[in-house]
C-alpha cells in the first residue's frame, strides 16, 4: 500500500474514532435524580427500579444517581419543579402537589373528595386528562414520560379519633406547602401548618404539630405509630399521582435511541410503582392496614354518611380552585371518573 493510501487510512480512522468520544461527551457521568423521601417507600422504589433499567438497557452510558430527601432543594420540595426547569436537578420522580405551586392545573387532584378511589384516578391519568396534565409540564419547560402513584392520603393525630368535620377543631396539623391543602383544612376548622417532610417527623415527635395527611405507605414506612399518631382516619381525600421527568436540555442532549430507552424504562417502573403503592391497602390484601393496627393505631373508615359531610364542608374549596385549575379540565375530569363507574 502506499504511503498516501496508508496516511488516508488512518485519517479516517482517526475521524471516525473522533465522532465517539464527541458523542459520548455530550452526556454526563453522572444524573442527579430527586426523590423527596427515602428509597424504602414505593416512591422511591419506582426511582430506583428507573434508574436501574436505564443503566442497564444503556449499557451505562445514561448513569443515575437518586438524590433522596429533599438533599437537592435544601429542604423545601416545592421547590423541586423549578429546581429541574432550571437544570439544578436532571430527572426526578416528583409528587403532583409539590409541583402545584408551578403547574396550577396539577391541583387537579387535590380538589378535596374529587376521586372516590383508585378506579378514579387510573381513569384521569391514563386518559385525556393526563394528557393534558403532561402538555402542561411540558410547556414549562419539562419533560413528562410516566405516572406512578403516591397513593390515597389519609389523615392521623395524637388527640382523638376524627370521624365528623367537628373532629378536625383546633388540631394542628403538618401539610405540604400549598394554598390549596391550606384553604382544605381551614375550611374543616383545623390548624393547617406549612413543613416540609424532612421537618414533620421531629415535630410530630416533639408535638409541635398535632398530626399530619399522607398515603399510608409513608405512615408506615416512616413509622408514625412511633411518634404518638396513634389515630388514623381513612377518608380518601385526595389521591397523589407522581411524575417521572427529565430536564429538557438534558432530554435532548440524548440520542433518540436513548431517549426510547428512558421514556420506555419510566412507564415500566410506573406501572411497577404503582403496584407496589397499592399493596397491602385492599379489601383482597390489608396485611399492610393490619400491620399498622398491630402497633396499636385506631383505624378509623369512615362510612358514606360521615364521608358526605367532609365533602360539604369543604365544597367551597372546590368551588373556588376550580376557577384556579381551570372548569373545563375539571369537568372533563368528572365526566372521566364518571365514565369509570
Not at 52 to 81: A, C, H, M, W
Not at 119 to 132: F, H, S, Y
Not at 150 to 156: M, P, W
Not at 215 to 231: E, M, N, T
Request: one cysteine or more; a neutral charge; hydrophobic letters at 40%.
Amino acid at each position: 500500500m502506499k504511503l498516501r493510501h496508508i496516511l488516508a487510512a488512518l485519517a479516517c480512522t482517526a475521524a471516525t474514532l473522533a465522532v465517539v468520544p464527541a458523542a459520548q461527551a455530550a452526556y454526563k457521568s453522572e444524573y442527579k435524580l430527586s426523590i423527596v423521601v427515602g428509597t424504602t417507600f414505593p416512591w422511591g422504589q419506582g426511582a430506583v427500579i428507573w434508574s436501574d433499567l436505564v443503566r442497564e438497557r444503556t449499557d451505562g452510558r445514561i448513569n443515575i444517581k437518586i438524590y433522596p430527601g429533599t438533599s437537592l432543594v435544601q429542604g423545601d420540595q416545592t421547590r423541586e419543579f423549578t429546581a429541574i426547569r432550571q437544570g439544578m436537578i436532571d430527572m426526578a420522580v416528583g409528587s403532583t402537589i409539590n409541583w402545584s405551586p408551578q403547574i396550577k392545573q396539577l391541583n387537579l387532584f387535590s380538589l378535596p373528595f374529587l376521586q372516590p378511589d383508585a378506579k378514579a384516578t387510573d381513569a384521569l391519568i391514563q386518559g385525556e386528562v393526563g394528557k393534558d396534565l403532561f402538555g402542561y409540564i411540558e410547556k414549562a419547560g419539562v419533560v413528562p414520560l410516566a405516572w406512578g402513584e403516591n397513593g390515597f392520603r389519609q389523615i392521623s393525630n395524637s388527640k382523638h379519633e376524627v370521624t365528623k368535620p367537628e373532629d378536625m377543631k383546633g388540631l394542628k396539623l403538618r401539610v405540604v406547602g400549598s394554598p390549596l391543602y391550606m384553604d382544605t383544612f381551614s375550611a374543616l376548622g383545623a390548624n393547617p401548618t406549612q413543613m416540609s417532610w424532612a421537618d414533620a417527623q421531629p415535630a410530630l415527635a416533639n408535638k409541635a404539630v398535632d398530626g399530619q395527611e399522607n398515603p399510608l405507605s409513608i405512615y408506615a414506612g416512616a413509622k408514625l405509630y412511633d411518634v404518638q399518631q396513634q389515630y388514623l382516619t381513612l377518608w380518601n381525600y385526595v389521591s397523589d399521582p407522581l411524575v417521572f421527568v427529565v430536564n429538557r436540555d438534558v432530554w435532548k442532549s440524548w440520542s433518540e435511541e436513548d431517549q426510547k430507552i428512558v421514556r420506555d424504562a419510566a412507564i415500566e417502573a410506573g406501572k411497577r410503582e404503582i403496584v407496589i403503592a397499592r399493596t397491602g391497602i385492599t379489601a383482597e390484601d390489608p396485611s399492610l392496614l393490619k400491620e399498622i393496627e398491630s402497633h396499636g393505631v385506631k383505624v378509623t373508615t369512615l362510612t358514606p354518611e360521615q364521608h358526605a359531610a367532609f365533602a360539604e364542608a369543604t365544597a367551597g374549596v372546590v368551588e373556588k380552585w376550580t376557577k384556579t385549575i381551570g372548569e373545563d379540565l375539571v369537568k372533563k375530569a368528572r365526566d372521566a371518573i364518571a365514565a369509570s363507574r
